[in-house]
């Protein structure tokens, strides 16, 4: 994630523009390791994009009318650390003795700057706004922290100047692929989806030749249903030959990001389901099972019971994929398809902060110790979150080759209960640091 740092001289308003930038969030306040704790950080969000805030206001804590060597050195690294700079200055008061070395000190670097006035409250005062042009820092944009004027005008330009700024957003389409066997209900589940009069639809082209994949919108939210061309003109050509219908889902699964994995209620889970599901499982997909063809079962929890148990059983490595049970030809549950896709969408692409993935592997790693490698006491130095579909973790151990697999699984577990990612695949990594 980009971050913007926010900096300027003593009682400028630091703290209240990150107050007010950070406001409608729960200023999530972490304490990243390794950066002191004067340095506060928190989530803003802006135009969809995603960044950290950091307020480097504490560092004057020593210094009355000059920069003490220490609180340079700070702000330096904080902007040497940072993706854009707010400079902000003092409008009540008018320039300071700080100003000017903190204008040459942004200078030496290449990461944008905006230049900002504060306690621009009223229009009375923008006359203060001018005399800050002898700084030559231009453009200057006057703001009101306290009042929130000016504010919005400029995180557009911030939020707009950041790096790679567009992250996960409400508007990314939630790629799902429907693979399963041939008459399992596939094309009738699309069908149905698309005949919905709620829904919205539209159809795209696929990545590969002649694949259509259809976009739609159920409450209000995209969803992208991976090669329903293949999906449905298979049926309609009667080609249902099971090493194809293999090979088909196998090119939906590596497009999509939960495979809605279709099986006969009737049937129960059978070899090739497993081969599907497992194919899944290794591309690290999210995953749901659906029951189809309920309406046609004894609908009671016993039977539930007992077939979820099989696919339990049959594809232990799923433990972690929703099960349910719809009928594709009489639309029921079928919305429950998109409330459940929705909350392992949540989960697949959930972020975890640095500071709560260490306390979870700290808490973890101290509860239940790992064993000794070769009399050697391992040890877990600092673990990151190195992406996401699905959330995978890195893990800086002394000898990574001396954790027991039992003891990755464990501290995985520990990281899903923690951080509530209870229905998708995790990764985790363990990799050498020297002690
Ligand atoms: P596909 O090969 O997986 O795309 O399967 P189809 O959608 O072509 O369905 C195969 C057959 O199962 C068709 O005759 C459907 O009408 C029937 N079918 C699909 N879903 C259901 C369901 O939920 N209940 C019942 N009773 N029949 C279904």
Not at 140 to 153: K, N, P, R, T
Not at 232 to 252: D, H, L, T, W
Not at 272 to 294: H, P, S, T
Request: aromatic share 10%.
């Amino acid at each position: 994630k980009p971050v913007v740092a926010i900096v300027g001289p003593p009682n400028a308003g630091k703290s209240t523009l990150f107050n007010r930038l950070t406001k409608t969030r729960s200023a999530l306040v972490d304490d990243f390791p390794g950066v002191t704790r004067d340095r506060h950080y928190a989530a803003a969000s802006w135009n969809d994009v995603d960044f950290d805030i950091v307020d480097t206001g504490g560092f004057f804590a020593l210094d009355k009318d000059a920069f003490a060597q220490k609180t340079h050195d700070q702000i330096r690294q904080a902007i040497a650390d940072a993706d854009a700079v707010i400079l902000l200055f003092d409008g009540a008061s008018g320039i300071s003795a700080f100003d000017r070395d903190l204008v040459d000190l942004v200078r030496g670097f290449s990461m944008p700057v905006f230049f900002a006035v504060n306690k621009i409250d009223h229009p009375g005062r923008e006359e203060h706004l001018y005399e800050f042009y002898a700084l030559g820092a231009e453009p200057l944009y006057a703001l009101s922290s306290a009042h929130g004027h000016g504010i919005a005008g400029l995180l557009d330009d911030v939020a707009a100047a950041l790096p790679e700024t567009k992250t996960e957003t409400e508007s990314d389409p939630v790629r799902m692929a429907v693979v399963g066997r041939p008459n399992v209900g596939k094309s009738s589940l699309i069908n149905r989806i698309m005949g919905e009069d709620r829904v919205i639809v539209s159809e795209q082209a696929g990545t590969t030749r002649d694949s259509i994949d259809t976009l739609c919108r159920v409450n209000d939210r995209p969803y992208l249903l991976i090669d329903t061309a293949g999906v449905r003109r298979k049926s309609r050509v009667k080609q249902k030959i099971e090493k194809y219908a293999i090979i088909k889902a196998m090119e939906s699964l590596d497009r999509c990001d939960i495979a809605l994995i279709m099986l006969d209620a009737a049937a129960g889970i059978t070899e090739q389901d497993v081969r599907i599901a497992g194919y899944a499982f290794e591309k690290g997909k999210a995953c749901i099972f659906l029951l189809n063809k309920w309406d046609l079962v004894e609908k009671s929890d016993r039977v539930f019971k007992q077939i979820k148990e099989d696919i339990r059983y049959q594809a232990k490595y799923l433990s972690f994929a929703p099960i349910l049970t719809i009928s594709a030809l009489t639309g029921r549950r079928v919305p429950k398809v998109f409330e459940f896709a929705d909350a392992v969408y949540a989960q697949y692409t959930h972020r975890i902060g640095t500071g709560p993935l260490n306390r979870i592997i700290e808490a973890a790693t101290t509860r239940t110790e790992p064993s000794m490698h070769h009399g050697r006491r391992l040890k877990f130095y600092y673990a990151a979150q190195t992406g996401t579909r699905p959330p995978t973790f890195v893990c800086f151990v002394n000898y990574p080759e001396g954790v027991h697999f039992s003891y990755q699984r464990y501290l995985i577990n520990q990281i899903r209960e923690a951080a509530g990612l209870d229905m998708v695949p995790i990764r985790l990594w363990l990799r050498k640091r020297g002690e």
